[in-house]
Every structure is written in structure tokens, then in C-alpha cells.
């Protein structure tokens, strides 16, 4: 599944965690939720989208940037791998919470600015992977 699990995939997965982690931070912010134990609340917020995106980039492959990969496939994986990443997060964040429903505003919050924050980084480390690339992967 995945040949290559080295230093690139390494970062590029802790710039996925820190991303969607700046991405719940803000959040909480914009809900006051961060006066009251905030790194506790924010780590555990943030472990509930990042470890099922975790475990779908892995299945998808949208944790590999191979040589001569183009831009768009490698764009193309990490979107349909949140896609299908960031409304299962959902589900389990509900899950843990014992929520019965998803607020339809909070998914597509989550889905279209989460989404957006991930391919910023994503387009970033891309485009630094080809500029500053030594020819090892």
C-alpha cells in the first residue's frame, strides 16, 4: 500500500495535523470555546478529524507524492480523500459526543473551509517539495 513511508510522508502528514489543527482552533475561537482548558479541548477536537483523515489518506493514497506525480493528481487524492475523511470524522466526533445529529452548517463548514485549509498546505508542500527536491525520496 504504501512502499514509501519516509521523511516526505512524515511531513507532509504533520502538516495535515497542524492544518486541521489551526483549522479546529479557529473554530473554536470564532465559538468562544477557548477560555476553558483550551489545549485539552483543542487536542482532543483535533484528534477527532484527524485520525479518521489519517486513516483515509492512508487508504487512498493521499499520503504519497511520488516522483512525476503531477499537481492535479496529487490535489485530486488529497480532496477525494477528504471527501470521504472529513464526513466520517463527523460521524465519529458525534459518536464520542453522543450526538444524534450533525448541524448541516457545521458539516459544510467543515468539509468546504477544512477542505480549503487542507489543499492550501497541500499546494504549499507541493510546490516546496519541487522547488527545494534533491532527487531522494
Known sequence: MMKNFGRQTILLLAGDWITLGLFVFIGQMEHGLVAANPL??????S???VLPWT??????GA???????????FMWRA????????????LVRAWL?????????????TI??????????RMI??????????GSE
Not at 480532496?79 to 463527523?90: F, I, K, M, S
Not at 508542500?125 to 534533491?134: C, K, M, Y
Request: glycine share 8%; net charge positive.
Open 40 to 45: 485539552p479541548r483543542l487536542l482532543s477536537a
Open 47 to 49: 484528534a477527532e478529524i
Open 55 to 60: 486513516v483515509v489518506a492512508l487508504l487512498w
Open 63 to 73: 499520503l504519497t507524492l511520488s516522483r512525476g506525480m503531477t499537481l492535479r493528481t
Open 79 to 90: 480532496l477525494t480523500a477528504w471527501l470521504v475523511g472529513a464526513p466520517l470524522a463527523l
Open 97 to 109: 459526543n453522543g450526538q444524534a445529529t450533525i448541524i448541516v452548517i457545521f458539516m459544510a463548514i
Open 112 to 121: 468546504g473551509l477544512g477542505g480549503l485549509f487542507l489543499l492550501v498546505w
Open 125 to 134: 508542500f507541493f510546490w516546496l517539495r519541487q522547488r527545494f527536491a534533491t
